[in-house]
C-alpha cells in the first residue's frame, strides 16, 4: 500500500483498517458467543452496532490527528476536533434514511461522536473546519480500506453535523426505547473499541465446560450430595432469586450452580475472600476460564504465577481480559460494577455488559447503606435491560428486600437455615478490658478469639494482658494497621492455630479467613456484624457444651458512631439484652437482622435518612455525565486510607526502595513492586495526612491509588503502627 494511504489509529504504528477489522471480528464474536442472551437487541441494533464499529474512527483520518501521530508539528486545522466527532461525518445520510429512522440516525452520530466521552462545542467554525477535514478524505479512505470498504459507501459525506448540538445524548433521547438503545449500542461499541486497542477477544466462552457444569461435575465426582439450597439455586437458573443461607451451607456452590452457563460476574465485599473463591474456582472446581478484578488484583496474579514478570506475561494478559469483561466468569469488588447507577462517563459500557449476563451479590448487609442502595438499584436497571441476579447472605436488611419489592423487581426467595447447635451466648454489661482474667482462664485450655471494633481498643487490650500475664503468655494481634507483609504472616497463623491461646483482632476477621475458635469474647457492633464474629466460633463444629462460647460486652464498646452507625448499634443492643444463655438458631439471626434494619425501626435515624436518599435520588435520574468514574469510585470503595512505608522499614530497606523509584522499566519496576514494595506498605487512615506526618514517595499530580508515602509513625511487627507515636529519625514523639 501507497504510504500517502496509509492511516494510523495508534501511535505504536497499528492502522485504521486493522484496528477496524479487529472490531468488526470481535463484534462477530460477540453476537456469536453471546447473542442469544442480549435479549433487547435486534436486527436493528447490530446493523447499527456494526456502521458504528466501521466508522467510529475516521475521525483520525485528519490532517492534523495523523500528523500527531507521525510526531510532525502542524498548524492546519482541525487540531481541535476530537476524532470522534468528526468521524460522522463519514456516514453516508442518503443510504442511511432509506433503512432507519431520523431516531436511529441522530442515534448512530452521537454513538460515534460521544464513543470518548469528550466534551466540545459546536459552532460555525467548527463547521467550517469540519468540512475542511473531509475534503479529498474519500479516495485516501477508499485506497487505506481496499476491499472492505465494498460493504459501506463512502461516497456522500453526511456534512450536517450541526446535528451533533448537544454534548449529552440524553437531552435529546426522551423515550425509554431510545434510551436503552443508546446504552446498549454505545456500550458494545466502547467495549468493542477497549478490546480491539488491548489486542485481546472482547468475550471468552467454552460453551460446553460452563462453570455451572464443572461445578456440578465436581460435587457429583467428590460424592457431594447437593445442600437445599444448591438445588434451590439450580433449579431456578435463569430467575432472579434472593437466596438467605446460613454459614456454610454452600451458598458459592449455589451461585455458581445458578450462573446457567451465560457470562457471570460474582461480588463480594472483600479482597481476601476474592482471592480465596477465584484460587479455589480454579485450582479445587477446576474451572480455568474465570477472572478477578480488583484494586490489587494485579499484584494477586503476579504472585500466584510461577515466572518472574520479565520472563512471562500470562498473568498480565489474563489481568487485560479481566479489565475487557471477557472472561465468563469474574470474581470482582462491586466497585468494579456498580458505578453505572450514578451515570458517569463511560457508564454505558458497564450497564451494556450486564445486560445479557448474570450477576451474583455476595454479603450485602457489609456496605454503607449508600452503598447498598446503589446495588439495589443496580440490580433493578440490571433486570430492565435483560440481566439477571442472585443476591444471598446469612442475613438480609428488611429493607433491603422492601426496596425490591418496592420498585417491582420479580425474585424468588428461598431461605435455608443452619439447625446445628453452634453457640451458647453470654450478655455481659460492662467493658470487655475488664474482664481479661476470664480471656486468660479461657485460653489455657481452649483457643479463644477476642473481636474488638477499633484498632486502639485492640492494642489496649494485648498490651494489659502483656502487661499483666508477661511476655511468655500465648496472646497475638491482628488488625489492618499492620503492613501487607505482616499481616499475610499474622493472617495464616490464625488460620492454622491449633494450640490454645489468645488472638485480640478487629471486624477484620468476620468474614475475609477461615477460622474456627472455641470461645468468642466480643465488644457489641450491629446485630449482623455480631452474628457475623458468632461464625468465627464452632463455624464448622457442634457445640455439645452447657456453658457459653461467646461472651458479648455491651458496655465501654469503641467505634460507636464512626465504625458503626449509632442508631443501628443502640437498636441492636435493645435486642440482644434477652439473648442472654440463649441458642440461636440461623432463622432466628436472620429474623432478628430483618427486623432490627426495617423501615419501622430506622425510620428517623441517619442510616435510613441516607439509604433512602440515595435510593431515591436515583431513581428519579440523576443527570448523566455529571460525575468523572473516578469520583464514583470513590463512593464505592475505601478510599479513606492511603499506602504508606513506615520510616523504619524505609530506613533498613531504603536501597530497594530507592531501586524501585528508579527503575524505568515497566515489568522491572512492578515486579520490585510486588516482591518487596507491597510487603512493607501499610493501609493507615486518610486523617493521618492532615497531621503532617505523611510524606509523598510516589505521587501522581492527580492522586491515584497508586500513591505511595513515608509514614513517620512507629511501627513494629508486634504492635503494629502507632499513629499516636510521631517518629523522627531516632526520636519519638508522642501525640
Not at 455 to 475: F, P, S, W
Not at 540 to 568: A, F, H, M, Q
Not at 696 to 705: A, N, Q, R, W
Amino acid at each position: 500500500m501507497n504510504n500517502e494511504n496509509i492511516i494510523l489509529a495508534k501511535s505504536d504504528g497499528e492502522t485504521l483498517k486493522e484496528h477496524t477489522e479487529q472490531l468488526l471480528a470481535n463484534l462477530e464474536r460477540l453476537r456469536k458467543l453471546y447473542g442469544q442472551d442480549l435479549k433487547i437487541a435486534g436486527q436493528k441494533e447490530w446493523s447499527l452496532l456494526e456502521l458504528a464499529a466501521f466508522y467510529h474512527d475516521f475521525g483520525k483520518a485528519s490532517k492534523s490527528f495523523q500528523n500527531k501521530l507521525k510526531n510532525k508539528n502542524s498548524k492546519s486545522g482541525g487540531s481541535d476536533i476530537p476524532h470522534g466527532v468528526l468521524s460522522p461525518v463519514f456516514l453516508d445520510y442518503e443510504t442511511l434514511k432509506k433503512q432507519y429512522s431520523e431516531t436511529e440516525i441522530k442515534l448512530l452520530i452521537h454513538v460515534i461522536a460521544h464513543h470518548h466521552d469528550r466534551e466540545f462545542r459546536l459552532s460555525g467554525e467548527f463547521v467550517k473546519k469540519v468540512k475542511e477535514e473531509t475534503e479529498a478524505k474519500d479516495k485516501t479512505l477508499n485506497a487505506h480500506f481496499g476491499k472492505i470498504v465494498a460493504k459501506y459507501d463512502l461516497k456522500n459525506y453526511f456534512l450536517n453535523v450541526s446535528i451533533i448540538t448537544e454534548k449529552n445524548p440524553f437531552k435529546i433521547f426522551k423515550e425509554s426505547f431510545e434510551k436503552k438503545m443508546y446504552i446498549l449500542i454505545k456500550g458494545l461499541l466502547t467495549r468493542l473499541d477497549y478490546a480491539a486497542s488491548a489486542h485481546v477477544d472482547v468475550e471468552i466462552r467454552n460453551e460446553s465446560d460452563t462453570v455451572d457444569v464443572v461445578t456440578y461435575n465436581w460435587l457429583k465426582n467428590n460424592n457431594f450430595t447437593l445442600r437445599p439450597p444448591q438445588e434451590f439455586a439450580r433449579q431456578r437458573k435463569g430467575q432472579n432469586i434472593v437466596l438467605i443461607a446460613s454459614t456454610g451451607m454452600g451458598k458459592t456452590g449455589s451461585a455458581l450452580l445458578w450462573a446457567n452457563g451465560r457470562k457471570t460476574f460474582f461480588t463480594l465485599p472483600i479482597r481476601t475472600s476474592i482471592n480465596h473463591i477465584y484460587k479455589r474456582i480454579i485450582e479445587q472446581i477446576g474451572f480455568k476460564d474465570v477472572g478477578i478484578l480488583h484494586s490489587t488484583s494485579l499484584e494477586f496474579l503476579f504472585e500466584m504465577s510461577k515466572a518472574p514478570a520479565s520472563d512471562s506475561d500470562e498473568y498480565y494478559y489474563s489481568y487485560k481480559l479481566a479489565r475487557q469483561f471477557a472472561f465468563p466468569l469474574t470474581v470482582c469488588t462491586i466497585d468494579q460494577l456498580f458505578t453505572f447507577p450514578f451515570r458517569h462517563f463511560g457508564f454505558e459500557r458497564i450497564l451494556a455488559t450486564l445486560s445479557y449476563s448474570n450477576v451474583i451479590v455476595d454479603e450485602i448487609q457489609a456496605y454503607t447503606p449508600k452503598i447498598a442502595a446503589s446495588i439495589l438499584y443496580g440490580l433493578k436497571e440490571i433486570a430492565d435491560f435483560g440481566g439477571k441476579f442472585l443476591l444471598m447472605s446469612a442475613t438480609i436488611p428488611g429493607i433491603y428486600l422492601d426496596a425490591l419489592e418496592n420498585m417491582g423487581l420479580t425474585f424468588e426467595m428461598g431461605e435455608f437455615y443452619d439447625t446445628e447447635r453452634r453457640n451458647v451466648i453470654a450478655i455481659m454489661d460492662f467493658d470487655i478490658s475488664e474482664d481479661i482474667n476470664s480471656i486468660v482462664r479461657c485460653s489455657k485450655e481452649k483457643r479463644v478469639l477476642v473481636i474488638v471494633n477499633t484498632v486502639r481498643k485492640a492494642v489496649e487490650l494485648y498490651e494489659k494482658i502483656r502487661n499483666t500475664y508477661g511476655d511468655e503468655y500465648n496472646v497475638q494481634l491482628l488488625h489492618g494497621l499492620f503492613t501487607r507483609g505482616d499481616r499475610q504472616v499474622k493472617e495464616e497463623k490464625i488460620t492454622n492455630m491449633r494450640e490454645p491461646g489468645v488472638w485480640i483482632s478487629t471486624q477484620i476477621v468476620e468474614a475475609s479467613l477461615d477460622i474456627d475458635f472455641d470461645i468468642l469474647f466480643t465488644e457489641f457492633s450491629t446485630l449482623d456484624s455480631l452474628f457475623q464474629r458468632m461464625g468465627r466460633c464452632y463455624r464448622k463444629r457442634v457445640y455439645e457444651g452447657l456453658k457459653p462460647n461467646v461472651y458479648v460486652y455491651t458496655s465501654g464498646c469503641s467505634g460507636i458512631g464512626k465504625v458503626y452507625d449509632k442508631d443501628v448499634h443502640r437498636i441492636g443492643k435493645e435486642h440482644i439484652v434477652n439473648l442472654n444463655g440463649r441458642e440461636l438458631s440461623g432463622k432466628e439471626k436472620s429474623e432478628l437482622v430483618r427486623e432490627v434494619y426495617s423501615k419501622e425501626k430506622l425510620l428517623g435515624t441517619k442510616y435510613y435518612n441516607e439509604f433512602s436518599t440515595t435510593l431515591n435520588l436515583l431513581k428519579n435520574g440523576l443527570v448523566p455525565y455529571e460525575l468523572e468514574k473516578n469520583e464514583v469510585h470513590k463512593e464505592l470503595r475505601d478510599v479513606s486510607k492511603i499506602e504508606a512505608i513506615p520510616l523504619r522499614l524505609y530506613e533498613e530497606h531504603k536501597d530497594k526502595v530507592e531501586a524501585f523509584l528508579k527503575e524505568k522499566d515497566y515489568k522491572k519496576k512492578f515486579e520490585i513492586f510486588v516482591k518487596e514494595i507491597s510487603k512493607m506498605l501499610v493501609s493507615v487512615p486518610y486523617y493521618v495526612y492532615e497531621k503532617g506526618i505523611l510524606k509523598p514517595l510516589v505521587y501522581s499530580s492527580k492522586g491515584s491509588s497508586n500513591d505511595i508515602y513515608l509514614l513517620e509513625c512507629y511501627y513494629d511487627e508486634e504492635i503494629g503502627v502507632r499513629l499516636d507515636q510521631i517518629v523522627k529519625g531516632e526520636s519519638v514523639e508522642f501525640i
